[in-house]
């Protein structure tokens, strides 16, 4: 079994680096960002509800959330273990997680964090803004703002898995292969 939470801020490369991980370690990958934005694309109600936080950059309320989340983790009950992908992303949501992973008699592992600075992250995600189609993409007073609900809500997750001794800090800047070699660096000096 291995857990995997993957950190940082908005276009820090989470997604990429999770891909990645799932394949070479067999995980199920759960993007919450990817599960909202194709309920968006089904038109389903949960994707109604969401898109109006998501449209602002502001984060979905944790109830949605969490059982959103819930119900994804009991259809992969088989699972060797689980890449968490964009959650948790507030403290009622590392907490749910843990309470989740208790019920399959499991844990997280470690939590990731790629190291991005605010303006490159800006860079990125105006770049990938083409490719990606997203509307939170595409304006800057919007990615700035992601960033800001990053440093107020998220970021303190960090803190609550490092008093665990579960919390690693690895540079998100360099080439994709690097980066994810890092990560692959620090997954076996922890994994048994
Ligand atoms: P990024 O990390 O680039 O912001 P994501 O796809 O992870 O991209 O998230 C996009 C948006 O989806 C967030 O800005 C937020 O509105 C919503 N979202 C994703 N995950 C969560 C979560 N765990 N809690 C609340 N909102 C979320």
Avoid: W
Avoid at 60 to 65: A, K, N
Avoid at 106 to 111: E, S, Y
Wanted: hydrophobic share 40%.
């Amino acid at each position: 079994m291995l857990n995997l939470i993957i950190f940082g801020p908005p276009g820090s490369g989470k997604g990429t680096q999770a891909e990645k991980l799932e394949k070479k370690f067999n995980l199920v990958h759960i993007s919450t960002g990817d599960i909202f934005r194709s309920e968006i694309a089904e038109g389903s109600e949960l994707g109604i509800r969401a898109s109006a936080f998501m449209a602002k950059g502001e984060l979905v309320p944790d109830e949605v959330t969490i059982g959103m989340l819930r119900k994804k983790m009991m259809a992969h009950k088989e699972a060797e273990g689980f890449i968490f992908d964009g959650f948790p992303r507030t403290d009622p949501q590392a907490e749910a997680l843990e309470s989740l992973l208790g019920m399959l008699d499991q844990q997280i592992d470690a939590l990731l964090m790629l190291d991005v600075p605010e303006d490159e992250i800006v860079k990125r995600i105006v770049l990938r803004s083409a490719e990606s189609g997203r509307a939170d993409d595409r304006d800057e007073t919007i990615i700035r703002n992601r960033f800001q609900v990053y440093q107020t809500q998220t970021e303190p997750i960090y803190a609550y898995y490092d008093a665990k001794g579960k919390a690693h800090k690895v540079p998100g800047m360099g080439s994709i292969d690097d980066i994810f070699q890092k990560l692959c660096d620090v997954i076996s000096s922890i994994h048994v």
